[in-house]
């Protein structure tokens, strides 16, 4: 055993593609940009698309944003359907998530390296800045996008990589597209469960089909305002105190009223710090607690004379959960109930001011209208490889109740679903295929040059990356 | 118990050669352990332990392959794949120099300077595309149901995007281009309603274009074997067969679990009635070789004499001598169907059909069944050449021919010979006027097949002049005889009372000639029955 040769089912029997370039992959999403070298596993730079604003300073960062500052209020530069709305914005938090994990000029500190400035001071350095070499001068940058992105946005990213950060090579892919090469899969059903949207997108060798494209707000967000909607329903009201004003707390009984001191501000927190903060909450209610129904059928529809699913379901063992103020409660149906709107659009909980979803914004509408909007001949190839994706995935029942719905919806069809198991995969999932496509080796001829956008102008992306 | 009492139980010799020499091997590596491992080994006694730590074989190893560390360089590369110069940077192994022939390397070392091309360059493959000019548009390419434009989008399109025709289909947009208004008042601003192309439309336009563009370049009877089925592909592409294959898929994609239920235990029934039929196909077989055997009856007593058993003994052998010709004959007359199982499941499927239908003819005459299949057994035996093949190389199969020897003009010379002179003159005289001449100058297969058809059109023309003639000349006849009857009615009615009995004879004589032709209803009823005495004579019959 002492040298272990390698037998013939082990050994590479083609050319290893890989052939890295130093390239910087960056993927912008709704909650969260991820960004990296492309050919590691997981981005090496996460952070909030959320940032803060104290009159004209902007604050990036997940360790400053979620500090209290007086009068910090929280803004997004990334429009409720994933695409960029806030330009001036969205490249200064790029260009931070880029620089303060990757590039070869370590960020020290946010609050000393000039992104996080004053405008007016900072004049006096951005043309140091600007003298010295641009940011990305020697790397290559493969960007993300989602399915339904705008002529105006694309070109504007290449404007930006090209004429802000220099980049020698420039390439905006498809995320949905991305995730299915996370999978490994270049024909797929990329069903991706988002924070603000989910989307069903039909890919063909590597290309979306663009009659394919259904998209739904019934996301994460969606889910934390049935949350909202579920505490404010049950007796007693649930109160959601965010940890951060909560001083220090005394642990109580379960369903009794918390026992907690608070901090007390001066300047009280702006309401959107609050609604970040409470979203924090929200999200780790959803990550501990929520389950899909899995399924087989509704959580409405009946398993026998007199009884439903529900009651199948009210007898699982319950959750509990600890709000930051100590109070804690156990959790039952309720956690069926909350993800059950995603499937079935009678179930889902009333909010107020919010239109109610359509039955077409279902996950299985959207799966057949994807379907529909595709070749016949494909349609059997995309069933075998549906590529689940997304942070919102992660809700435990997920899967189980997806191919459920696909087993009822096509019988006669072999349904797989592919799901990575790494909770990391599943949410850099489309970060993760640009990875592998930015490391390929035939990936070179396809970028995008410096020298072929001053030839064509921005317009070259419409034509190149489809 | 041990070898040795094993060999003091059969009184061998207590030693054999191999023992000490395995003895030698175990004491061998002995030495060679210190410390706790050789007092470890030394509790085994005799009897070496097999746990042996061998734990230092990773440090060895790292040891001994300890060298200065690899030398990686930054090293900008091209891609000879992209149109414009790249310049982009991978790690490389910094290549190394031999120290000693440095002075030789001197003239190479620009050479080695020079920018790399990337490995994967040669991974850039592109489909190609049929490539027309407007000439050729023109005479070859145009279509009702296309502009020129279309089919140029169509062709960019198929470029683009390699022949991945659901993204063809998924991304097809087309754009009539505005006609130009300043041409005139006259030309009214009609904006073309986009059609929506099914992906069958765009393959079938395409292929007929990628056929005809192939056909041009490389006529089809140069064309390799591989190029003309490609050819011949492409141009029968069926449309609509495609959508109706399409709408079939799609029903059997909708079925609900039941249907495929239903539809796999059908199958299975199905396999389950071939196999059976399979199985009394044989069984059947297996009788009629019993029943073939010599008939064993008739008087015992005709045997008695000398010369009756030498009859027997005839008989016995020519019935023996059939019977293994007959066996032989069967044996090759299973054969197709031995081989036509082997091959796929449809031929014999069909085989078998074909051989149990067989044998329910036969089961009557109770005859040797396998007769016929003596030629076909033979012709297993040649190479089979697909119908594509034998389309490139024209074989094309007949009738059988009669024995004798025979010439071919006389085959096609045959429907005229074998009519009458008269008749010959009259078909002679339609080929002369349509310029054909009777012998043909060039007869291929095709040109014959052709001239066949022709002369039975001539026979069914000439037939159809002759019942016209015929018709022609009794309307004249009648006509004549009308004529005739209404003078002498006059005559009559000048006469005032003639004799009863000419006016009788007249009578008679109406009823005889006029009675079928009188009028021209009459007459094509006349026809019509010519046409069919058959189902008249069928029905006469059933009424007796």
């Not at chain 2, 000048?494 to 004799?499: R, S």
């Amino acid at each position: 055993m002492a040298s272990q040769t390698m037998n013939s089912s082990m050994q590479p029997t083609d050319v290893y593609g890989g052939d890295e370039v130093s390239a910087i992959v960056l993927d912008p999403g709704y909650t969260s940009v991820r960004a990296g070298f492309a050919g590691e596993e997981v981005p090496k730079s996460f952070v909030s698309a959320h940032y803060g604003q104290i009159g004209d300073q902007l604050i990036f960062g997940d360790n400053e944003i979620h500090n209290y500052k007086p009068g910090m209020e929280i803004r997004n530069p990334m429009g409720k359907d994933g695409v960029v709305e806030d330009w001036d914005v969205a490249t200064k938090l790029f260009e931070y998530s880029i620089t303060s994990r990757l590039t070869r000029f370590p960020q020290s500190d946010p609050r000393s390296n000039g992104l996080n400035d004053d405008p007016k001071d900072a004049d006096v350095e951005m043309d140091a800045v600007e003298e010295q070499e641009k940011t990305l001068e020697e790397h290559p940058l493969l960007m993300t996008e989602t399915a339904w992105s705008t002529t105006k946005s694309r070109e504007k990213s290449i404007e930006i990589a090209m004429e802000n950060w220099g980049c020698p090579a420039f390439w905006l892919a498809r995320n949905s597209v991305l995730a299915a090469f996370a999978s490994g899969k270049a024909t797929a059903l990329v069903v991706d469960v988002g924070a603000s949207n989910v989307s069903v997108i039909s890919i063909h060798d590597g290309l979306i089909l663009k009659k394919s494209i259904q998209k739904s707000p019934l996301a994460g967000n969606w889910l934390s305002s049935q949350l909202r909607s579920l505490f404010g329903s049950v007796e007693p009201k649930v109160d959601l105190v965010p940890h951060f004003m909560v001083r220090s707390k005394t642990p109580v009984d379960a369903g009794a009223p918390a026992q907690a001191i608070y901090r007390e501000f001066k300047i009280p927190p702006t309401a959107s710090f609050r609604a970040l903060e409470e979203d924090r909450v929200l999200t780790e209610f959803k990550e501990s607690v929520i389950q899909v129904w899995p399924g087989p059928g509704r959580l409405s529809s009946g398993t026998g004379p007199g009884s439903t699913n529900e009651d199948v379901a009210r007898s699982q063992p319950g959750r509990v959960f600890e709000m930051p103020d100590g109070a804690n409660q156990m959790w039952g149906l309720e956690r069926f109930k909350v993800g059950e709107g995603m499937w079935d659009e009678k179930a889902a909980l009333p909010v107020a001011g919010e239109i109610p979803p359509t039955k077409a914004q279902t996950i299985p509408e959207m799966i057949k209208a994807s379907l529909g909007g595709v070749d016949m001949d494909l349609r059997p190839t995309l069933l075998q490889n549906v590529v689940v994706t997304g942070g919102t995935s992660l809700i435990s029942g997920f899967n189980d109740r997806l191919n459920a719905e696909l087993t009822v919806l096509y019988p006669g069809a072999r349904i797989k679903i592919q799901a990575a198991g790494l909770t990391s995969e599943r949410r850099f999932g489309s970060w993760i295929g640009g990875s592998i496509l930015g490391s390929l080796g035939t990936f070179h001829q396809m970028w995008i040059s410096k020298k072929e956008y001053d030839e064509f102008g921005a317009n070259v992306v419409e034509k190149r990356c489809k | 118990m041990t070898s040795h009492d094993v060999r003091d139980m059969l009184d061998l010799p207590g030693s054999a050669a191999p023992r000490p020499a395995k003895k030698q091997k175990l004491a061998g590596p002995r030495p060679n352990l210190k410390g706790l491992a050789r007092e470890v080994q030394s509790l085994g006694g005799d009897n070496p332990i097999a746990i042996v730590p061998e734990i230092s074989i990773f440090k060895k190893r790292r040891l001994a392959s300890r060298k200065p560390a690899a030398k990686w360089e930054l090293k900008p590369f091209k891609n000879s794949a992209r149109e414009d110069d790249l310049v982009l940077r991978h790690w490389k192994r910094k290549a190394e120099l031999p120290p000693a022939p440095v002075e030789e390397n001197v003239e190479t070392a620009p050479v080695e300077e020079e920018m790399e091309d990337s490995t994967f360059a040669k991974f850039n493959v592109k489909v190609n595309t049929p490539k027309y000019d407007d000439e050729q548009y023109r005479s070859r390419l145009e279509s009702d149901d296309w502009t020129k434009d279309e089919t140029d989008y169509l062709i960019g399109l198929v470029q683009e995007y390699d022949l991945r025709w659901p993204i063809i289909w998924d991304r097809y947009d087309y754009q009539p281009p505005v006609p130009a208004l300043d041409e005139g008042e006259g030309s009214i601003a009609i904006v073309p309603a986009t059609k929506t192309r099914s992906m069958e439309d765009m393959k079938a336009r395409y292929y007929k274009i990628a056929a005809t563009m192939m056909a041009i370049h490389n006529p089809v009877q140069f064309m390799g074997q591989a190029e003309f089925s490609l050819h011949e592909m492409m141009n029968n592409f069926d449309a609509k067969q495609e959508t109706k294959r399409k709408q079939f898929a799609e029903l059997n994609f909708r079925r609900s679990r039941e249907e495929a239920k239903e539809e796999e235990s059908l199958l299975l029934e199905l396999k389950r009635i071939l196999a059976r039929n399979d199985k009394l196909t044989e069984e059947r077989k297996e009788l009629y070789a019993r029943l073939e055997a010599p008939i064993s009856s008739g008087n015992l007593g005709l045997y008695s004499t000398s010369t009756g058993l030498q009859q027997l003994l005839q008989q016995l052998m020519t019935v023996d001598k059939s019977k293994k010709r007959k066996s032989i004959m069967g044996m090759e007359g299973m054969s197709p169907a031995v081989v036509g199982q082997g091959n796929s499941q449809q031929t014999s499927g069909s085989g078998d059909r074909r051989e149990s239908s067989n044998h329910r003819e036969s089961v009557p005459s109770s005859t040797a069944p396998n007769n016929k299949k003596g030629p076909q057994a033979a012709g297993n035996e040649r190479r089979k050449l697909t119908e594509e093949e034998e389309r490139v190389y024209g074989v094309s199969h007949h009738d059988r021919l009669p024995g004798g020897p025979q010439f071919r003009h006389e085959k096609i010379q045959k429907p005229i010979t074998s009519k009458s002179s008269v008749q010959q003159q009259k078909i002679n005289n339609v080929l002369a006027e349509l310029e054909v001449p009777i012998r043909l100058v060039m007869p291929t297969a095709d040109v014959g097949v052709q001239f066949e058809q022709l002369l039975s059109a001539i026979n069914t023309l000439l037939d159809g002049r002759k019942v016209a003639d015929k018709l022609t000349s009794e309307i004249a006849l009648a006509t004549e005889q009308k004529r005739l009857r209404e003078e002498k009615e006059k005559e009559n009615k000048e006469a005032g009372g003639a004799e009863g009995g000419a006016e009788v004879k007249v009578e008679e004589e109406r009823e005889k000639s006029a009675a079928p032709s009188v009028k021209a209803g009459s007459v094509h009823k006349r026809s019509a029955s010519v046409l069919s005495t058959v189902s008249d004579k069928s029905t006469k019959r059933q009424k007796k």
